[in-house]
């Protein structure tokens, strides 16, 4: 299990000390499409693309949040889900302990509605489909941006260095020779 604290992500600010840790379970989804293509999802709010995905909601299980996630970040069915790996993300600003796990699979079926919360809605949402080398590119320039300082966004900061991970682990497992 893939684990990260406040000093991983932001290693020059001082630590935030928590007395008690509250857990999130929250869930990433790896999605290709026909052609090999990852989706990631961006917003208005800043320049930075991740993984669709989000928090499990109570009374729902991982794999129900999987399926609603994708229902509504990528607007399309999710298929042949299956866990890939997890981490523990320790946000000391907010005293919480993240529990996300990764899954992969498939896009299925376009959905013909719009099914985005309203905050993703104002926030406009949107997916972009790109090559497995691209998507990774992205998030590795991303990872170099976080290390030097330039992301601001605390959880966009974390999502960053996990999501990259999530998506080298699944190159790893598919694809051991070109993932030197």
């Not at 961006?42 to 669709?52: I, N, S």
Request: proline residues 3%.
């Amino acid at each position: 299990m893939f684990t990260l604290r406040d000093a991983d992500v932001f290693p020059h600010r001082d630590p935030f000390a928590v007395s008690e840790w509250r857990r999130r379970l929250t869930v990433r989804l790896i999605i290709e499409d026909e052609n090999g293509r990852i989706a990631l999802v961006g917003t208005t709010k800043h320049p930075y693309f991740q993984l669709p995905g989000g928090g499990v909601e109570d009374g729902e299980s991982v794999l129900d949040a999987v399926v609603r996630e994708c229902r509504e970040e990528v607007q399309c069915e999710y298929v042949e889900a299956r866990e890939l790996v997890s981490s523990q993300e320790y946000r000391g600003r907010d005293g919480k302990k993240y529990e996300t796990h990764c899954f992969m699979g498939r896009k299925g079926r376009e959905l013909t509605e719009d099914t985005r919360t309203e905050n993703e809605k104002d926030l406009q949402l949107h997916v972009t489909w790109l090559a497995r080398e691209q998507a990774l590119a992205l998030l590795h320039s991303q990872c170099e941006e976080v290390r030097s300082g330039k992301v601001e966004y605390y959880n966009t900061a974390f999502n960053i260095l996990r999501d990259t991970y999530f998506l080298e682990e699944f190159c790893r497992l598919l694809f051991p020779a070109h993932s030197d």
